[in-house]
């Protein structure tokens, strides 16, 4: 697979590298990184990395807008971190000569013309860096850089749910990438963890007013007003998601944010044992089993989400329960 997909980008001259809507470090450090090892190793090629652009993750580069003068059908498309097609933002895979899928999400849909799949790969970054392991593909400095935020991000400084074998594997090709380029993390750090203060101030207010309910779903309703109050974004709110990861009592927990641009409610949801993503895909959403999203137009189906998650909670701890009794016995 991975000779596959490099000899592709060694055989076409035009590439397009795109990544879901609503995009977070891990989608956006493996889409700007890949373009610039692309570039890095191929300099006469055109590599564009294309989507909305999101100012709170503007550290990890810009990105590029297509032009009529592009003939996409002629053209590569490379498709990462997006595990169907509806989430694709700003293409579509039908416009180009061939496509590329490269995911670390649970299999949704075909969408690609190739397809590599590892839904045991902590991020769509270390799929990157693997990429490169077992390939002439060289790693570049701000590539390297833009790949060790993203897989930093999208396992919260490897704290996030694997097994061991997948975790040795991460710390393998993290250890390849840091004694290939040589790049100093430190200041890498600061980019991910620094909050202005209307964050910090917001947290504490999440802190303050989080409900949690009986079977131990915790949950914060995040409305334009208190948004607007505290001087942050939608994207921005959702994303502190990741701050309260270990609150005990708390198994499953959501950021809801109501995106009046969008005209839609933002969940955000992580869960610390019972398996999320197959709830948010009813509402078509989706993610990983503990990391999952969705966009729902209005609070009804958000409060749908909360009682199934509920539910869930509650069928988890009642198993959970009876394995220990079984053990006892």
Same mark, same amino acid.
């Given at each position: ?13 035009? +590439? ?53 003068? +592009? ?23 039908? #416009? $180009? ?14 969408? =690609? ?11 769509? =970054? #270390?799929?990157?860096?693997?990429? =490169? ?10 590539? *390297? ?14 704290? $996030? ?28 750090? *600061? ?5 202005? $203060?209307?964050? +910090? ?33 939608? *994207? ?21 944010? %109501?995106?009046?641009? #969008? ?16 709830? *948010?895909? %009813? ?16 609070? %009804? ?11 869930? =909670?509650? %069928? ?14």
């Amino acid at each position: 697979m991975h000779k596959q997909i490099y000899n592709k980008i060694k055989k076409y001259n035009t +590439i397009v590298i795109a990544r879901h809507i609503g995009p977070d470090p891990d989608a956006l450090g493996a889409q700007i990184g890949l373009r610039d090892i692309i570039l890095h190793n191929f300099p006469n090629k055109k590599v564009y990395a294309v989507g909305a652009p999101t100012a709170k993750f503007k550290y990890l580069g810009t990105l590029d807008r297509l032009n009529d003068e +592009i003939e996409l059908d002629k053209s590569l498309l490379i498709v990462i971190d997006t595990p169907d097609r509806k989430r694709i933002d700003g293409v579509e895979t039908t #416009q $180009f000569k061939e496509s590329i899928k490269i995911d670390h999400h649970p299999f949704m849909e075909k969408v =690609c013309d190739i397809e590599w799949i590892d839904d045991t790969a902590s991020s769509t =970054c #270390q799929m990157i860096i693997e990429l =490169c392991s077992r390939t002439k593909l060289q790693l570049s400095k701000y590539g *390297a850089e833009r790949l060790f935020m993203g897989l930093i991000a999208d396992t919260n400084r490897f704290l $996030f749910n694997h097994s061991n074998v997948a975790m040795i594997k991460t710390f393998d090709l993290v250890k390849y990438l840091l004694s290939s380029s040589k790049i100093e993390v430190t200041p890498l750090y *600061a980019n991910l963890y620094m909050r202005n $203060f209307n964050e +910090i101030k917001l947290q504490g207010f999440i802190a303050q007013n989080m409900v949690v309910t009986d079977n131990g779903v915790g949950y914060i309703k995040l409305t334009d007003e208190i948004i607007k109050e505290h001087n942050v974004d939608a *994207a921005s709110a959702g994303n502190m998601v990741n701050n309260f990861n270990y609150i005990d009592g708390v198994l499953v927990w959501l950021m809801i944010s %109501e995106d009046v641009k #969008q005209n839609l409610i933002r969940i955000n949801i992580r869960s610390r044992g019972p398996i999320i993503n197959t709830v *948010a895909e %009813e509402y078509n959403g989706g993610g990983h089993k503990f990391a999952s999203g969705v966009r729902v137009p209005s609070y %009804e189906e958000t409060y749908e989400i909360i009682e199934k998650l509920d539910k869930l =909670c509650k %069928e988890y701890k009642e198993n959970m329960e009876g394995g220990l009794e079984d053990e006892n016995k």
